[in-house]
């Protein structure tokens, strides 16, 4: 089992910036894909980005990307996301999940951080 834990949420304006921690303990392996969804008060969870083990293969959504970096350090198991020129559209619970390597479907997943954009 993997435990996944999501911190550095919070209230900001618009145009400002957030970073949120994704830090994995138990049967952790540097081997998982890790990703960041998001859902929104009445939509659906949405796909925002992910990162291979290695960090060399990196997918954003149309709708964050140019100002939302994803990054992680193996060393800590820490998963990062980076949100610059955050909009009023970003509010949502944010969700880190991980998957091994080859498993299409996401396996483990946090309990979720808020992030509130104020415009």
């Known amino acids: 089992q993997v435990q996944l834990v999501e911190s550095g949420g919070g209230l900001v304006q618009a145009g400002g910036s957030l970073r949120l921690s994704c830090a994995a303990s138990?049967?952790?392996?540097?081997?998982?894909?890790m990703g960041w969804f998001r859902q929104a008060p009445g939509k659906e969870r949405e796909f925002v980005a992910h990162?291979?083990?290695?960090?060399?293969?990196?997918l954003y959504a149309d709708s964050v990307k140019g100002r939302f970096t994803i990054s992680r350090d193996n060393a800590k198991n820490t998963v990062y996301l980076q949100m610059n020129s955050l909009q009023s559209e970003d509010t949502a619970t944010y969700y880190c999940a991980g998957r091994r390597i080859g498993i299409q479907k996401y396996e483990y997943w946090g309990q979720g951080t808020q992030v509130t954009v104020s415009s």
């Open positions: 138990g049967r952790t392996s540097s081997t998982y894909v």
């Open positions: 990162i291979s083990w290695s960090g060399g293969s990196i």
